[in-house]
């Protein structure tokens, strides 16, 4: 009987069969993907259920293989290898196969589930969406989706880790929910699970080309950045959802406008599902800090520090470029 894992391998050199180089090999993966598997298809994100419409290659080696997904009548993308195929299933054949060339191990589907943890002991969770007296999480390390009801969950913000102590575990209509305390919060990029933004079209920046202002002398503080001399710049992956009907506003401007006119609750909602889809969409993040300054400063920075941290994890440590401002995907 032949095992996945050969399966896995007999894909991928069907695949790439006369595909030289990263761009040519991309390419083949992403036209099997359009042979093998009939879209639109049902699959996972985060533990959610989305519609996959495509898998898609746009020439950015660096971003590789995406998914455009639909979720609540939104469009958004993701990297295909986060993309969660019923287990056994083409699309999971494929996705495995990706990942293989991507060096990466195989979709796990043999995690512990969230119903193994023990109720005597403390348990990590992501935020993904706070409600009044509920919030949406994923348990840690097993990615189940799980609403939490206790106090003070309508304190955490999306994308920080929360521990908490659990005390009650059951299922209404299919759904796990858990009850327990909240012991403590942080924010903790590299243990969302997230795929890093990718750093997309470097260029080389030199301070000697650059206007610094009317008078065209640099500014003290630009002192570090002209002595680090010539180097790469880049413009930032934004993730950032589109309505599913291509004549309507894209969602961050649609809560742009709800909030203007007073509908505050909704302009939340309609950011908070856009984390939910996607934690690393960083607009959502800046603009719900926003709009809580006025309530609650130390809230706000919650917020921001989501965003920044989730950014932060893209450069990574050694990181030495440039993120220019010019480029609108930076702002």
Request: glycine content about 8%; proline content about 6%; some cysteine.
């Given at each position: ?30 036209q ?42 939104m469009?958004?993308e ?25 060096g990466?191990?195989?979709?796990a ?13 403390p ?66 990029a ?23 202002g009317?008078?065209?002398?640099p ?17 930032m ?8 009907d291509?004549?309507?506003d ?7 406008g709800?909030y ?8 939340r ?10 934690l690393?969409c ?18 706000a ?10 950014g ?12 220019q401002?010019?480029?609108?995907d930076?702002?």
């Amino acid at each position: 009987m032949t095992t996945w894992t050969e399966k896995v391998s007999a894909l991928l050199d069907e695949a790439l069969t006369d595909a030289h180089g990263d761009d040519e090999q991309l390419w083949a993966l992403r036209q099997a993907f359009s042979d093998g598997v009939e879209f639109p298809a049902q699959a996972q994100s985060l533990g959610d259920a989305v519609e996959v419409v495509e898998v898609d290659y746009d020439g950015h080696e660096r971003r590789g293989l995406f998914a455009r997904c639909s979720r609540r009548g939104m469009l958004y993308e993701m990297s295909a290898s986060d993309v969660v195929f019923e287990a056994g299933s083409v699309g999971a054949l494929h996705v495995d196969a990706y990942r293989k060339w991507l060096g990466m191990e195989p979709i796990a589907r043999d995690v512990p589930a969230a119903s193994d943890f023990a109720l005597d002991e403390p348990l990590e969770v992501v935020v993904v969406r706070p409600r009044d007296k509920a919030v949406r999480v994923r348990v840690l390390p097993s990615g189940e989706s799980m609403t939490l009801r206790c106090a003070g969950v309508g304190d955490l913000v999306p994308g920080e880790v929360a521990t908490i102590q659990p005390n009650k575990r059951w299922s209404f209509k299919g759904h796990p929910y858990l009850s327990g305390d909240v012991l403590a919060h942080r924010v903790d990029a590299a243990a969302l699970g997230l795929a890093p933004l990718e750093l997309l079209d470097e260029w080389p920046w030199d301070p000697d080309e650059e206007y610094w202002g009317e008078d065209d002398e640099p500014p003290d503080w630009a002192e570090p950045m002209i002595a680090a001399g010539v180097r790469s710049s880049f413009e930032m992956e934004t993730v950032a959802p589109h309505a599913a009907d291509p004549y309507a506003d894209p969602p961050i401007l649609m809560a742009i406008g709800m909030y203007q006119r007073g509908e505050m609750s909704a302009a939340r909602e309609l950011l908070y599902d856009m984390l939910e889809d996607d934690l690393r969409c960083l607009d959502a993040h800046a603009h719900l800090g926003s709009w809580e300054l006025d309530f609650s400063p130390r809230r706000a920075l919650r917020h921001f520090e989501v965003g920044l941290r989730i950014g932060e994890f893209a450069l990574g440590d050694a990181f030495d470029g440039v993120l220019q401002w010019g480029r609108l995907d930076n702002r």
